[in-house]
């Protein structure tokens, strides 16, 4: 069974940019899948924010387009969100999903100086 | 964007009962919804697929029904380990959205 692993720091500054990691185990990130990233506010329900396919196309979510950039390493075998000028609002556990069917555990990030 | 509303927000079952929750689409999305169960704490994990397949080793249980604007998640017979939240999920169109969720809790 596919295994999911989000990474990455658990604390950004008010203004800096949020990466995270996605690595990918028993699978292999060029298959034919799309792979997603989705948000959940503490104590709120869950937020697509965008999908990034082996190919590298991708889709986000228009209401954070802009500060959104998702890529591939396929060398590692993982895939990556960034994401720019965050707020307290942005304050979320970030799961990344193959198709949204396989998910991983989830990470927090916390914004807050 | 989509707008998929959940009924009830909350629902209080005992053992044994059987509940359904409602997924409803503002547009119309063919059979492209999914349901997902989430516990305290966990990670979601899909329980349906296109309206009414069932993922690989959920218990039978569990089914799902509808297309279109409008869909339902079945438990025929609710056990303990089934109190959560589920939501739905569309993927017709761009961006994905989910319901608000519905909690089921212990009555």
């Known amino acids: 069974q596919m295994q999911l692993q989000e990474s990455g720091p658990g604390l950004v500054k008010p203004s800096g940019t949020l990466s995270l990691t996605c690595v990918v185990f028993?699978?292999?990130?060029?298959?034919?899948?799309?792979w997603s990233w989705v948000r959940q506010p503490p104590g709120k329900g869950l937020e697509w924010i965008g999908e990034?396919?082996?190919?590298?196309?991708?889709n986000y979510n228009p209401s954070l387009k802009s500060r959104v950039i998702m890529s591939l390493d396929k060398s590692k075998n993982q895939f990556s969100l960034t994401l720019t000028s965050v707020t307290a609002a942005d304050t979320a556990v970030y799961y990344c999903?193959?198709?949204?069917?396989?998910w991983g555990q989830g990470t927090l990030v916390t914004v807050s100086s | 964007d989509i707008q998929m509303t959940q009924s009830p927000s909350s629902l209080s079952a005992s053992v044994g009962d059987r509940v359904s929750i409602t997924c409803r689409a503002s547009?119309?999305?063919?059979?492209?919804l999914d349901w997902h169960q989430q516990k305290p704490g966990k990670a979601p994990k899909r329980l349906i697929y296109?309206?009414?397949s069932l993922q690989s080793g959920v218990p039978s249980r569990f089914s799902g029904s509808g297309f279109g604007t409008e869909f339902t998640l079945t438990i025929s017979s609710l056990q303990p380990e089934d109190f959560a939240t589920y939501y739905c999920?569309?993927?017709?169109?761009?961006?994905?959205?989910f319901g608000q969720g519905t909690k089921l809790e212990i009555k």
């Open positions: 999903a193959r198709g949204i069917g396989d």
């Open positions: 028993r699978g292999s990130i060029s298959s034919n899948s799309w």
């Open positions: 990034i396919f082996h190919s590298g196309s991708t």
């Open positions: 547009h119309g999305i063919r059979n492209e």
């Open positions: 296109a309206a009414s």
């Open positions: 999920l569309q993927h017709n169109s761009y961006p994905y959205t």
